[in-house]
């Protein structure tokens, strides 16, 4: 298994430009997750998915969107890019089969510097 | 509020020595906690996950405890190796559902020679 893989690794873009961070898992997991963590700060929830074509917010969810149309892939969508969402975006997986073990793996991460 | 507080922030130890990291959280009601390493440009890998009801719980070199009445974990690190030079993030599950995650700051430990 590859696990979670998230590309691009690195992007620059320009205020007010848009792009989508790629995330796919191949465990078949329910579970998807996208977190950003900022410099000294805990990672924080920005959207997370319990199956294919249901999404809901989560902490930070402004400025984002998400889609969920298949089990393996959840892509994370910038609209207008401001400086506020330069950060290090992450994304999980992980399968609800026991409700108190929530056992997330996470992908390496996509460097999003706005300019 | 839910919180999850880590100290020290940062930490440097010589090769061989042991480390003691704390985590103290206000989560409420409380379901599990865990410990992820993080490596510089990687994503967390879990270490260690405890239930309410566990008090410790190994992982090779890597001992986590929990105390559930005084909300407060610690991760022992026995005999450091270069390679446990990372983050450790103490990340705290409230009960009810698998996305009520609260992560801490991170303690960035650094293995000199």
């Known amino acids: 298994n590859a696990g979670v893989t998230q590309t691009p690794k690195f992007r620059i873009l320009k205020i007010g430009q848009s792009m989508t961070l790629q995330c796919t898992q191949d465990m078949n997991h329910n579970y998807m997750y996208w977190y950003r963590q900022d410099p000294g700060m805990g990672l924080k929830l920005i959207y997370y998915s319990v199956g294919a074509g249901i999404t809901d917010k989560g902490e930070v969810p402004n400025g984002y969107n998400v889609s969920r149309s298949t089990t393996e892939d959840f892509p994370l969508r910038l609209e207008l890019a401001a400086p506020s969402q330069t950060s290090v975006y992450f994304c999980a997986s992980s399968y609800l089969a026991d409700r108190a073990s929530y056992e997330q793996y996470f992908g390496p991460g996509t460097r999003l510097t706005v300019t | 509020k839910n919180q999850v507080e880590q100290s020290p922030q940062s930490l440097i130890i010589l090769e061989g020595k042991n480390c003691t990291l704390q985590c103290n959280y206000t989560v409420s009601p409380f379901s599990n906690l865990r410990w992820y390493k993080q490596d510089t440009g990687r994503g967390p890998v879990s270490l260690t996950i405890?239930?309410?009801?566990?008090n410790t719980k190994s992982n090779g070199r890597y001992t986590a405890t929990l105390d559930a009445d005084t909300k407060q974990s610690s991760l022992h690190i026995t005999a450091s190796q270069l390679s446990d030079s990372a983050s450790y993030i103490c990340v705290v599950i409230g009960a009810g559902g698998g996305n009520k995650l609260t992560f801490g700051t991170g303690t960035q430990l650094k293995v000199e020679l």
């Open positions: 405890m239930t309410f009801s566990e």
